[in-house]
């Protein structure tokens, strides 16, 4: 999406880029922080190997014409597959694998999502609105 025709969503994907590199260096250093001890890998890859596949709703959906019209650089069925595999680098580290099984339906892009789900988004756009305008 960075460099997508819409810029809107050009800016957007700058700006979520930069905060995901962030998180993904946060938790690959807290991974390899909790699963060095024997008690750590085991308590902690069951739930990675568990939660990992979810990660796939994300890239459900329909993109029918956004690659062709530049809005997407590659389709969400390529984003995917690259996603899994960077997600399998990280894994392999750990020696955990990975049952990615059927593509998971999307209940939480559609709008259903847990009641804890709006004290979570809080906490993740805390920041975001202390100062909107912020460039990071």
Do not use: C
């Not at 962030?22 to 890859?45: K, Q, Y």
């Not at 029918?64 to 392999?92: K, P, T, Y």
Request: glycine share 6%; hydrophobic share 45%; charged share 25%.
């Amino acid at each position: 999406m960075l460099n997508s025709s819409w810029p809107e969503l050009k800016a957007v994907a700058i700006r979520a880029l930069a905060e995901e590199q962030f998180h993904v260096h946060h938790g690959v250093s807290l991974a390899r922080r909790l699963l060095s001890s024997s008690d750590g890998h085991m308590r902690l890859a069951p739930v990675l190997s568990e939660l990992a596949p979810l990660g796939r709703e994300y890239f459900a959906g329909s993109d029918v014409g956004l690659v062709a019209s530049g809005v997407l650089n590659l389709s969400l069925a390529d984003q995917e597959r690259a996603w899994m595999e960077r997600v399998e680098d990280v894994f392999d580290e750990f020696e955990l694998s990975i049952d990615w099984g059927p593509t998971r339906p999307s209940q939480g892009r559609a709008g259903v999502r847990s009641q804890d789900f709006l004290t979570l988004h809080d906490e993740m756009v805390a920041v975001l609105q202390i100062d909107p305008l912020a460039i990071w």
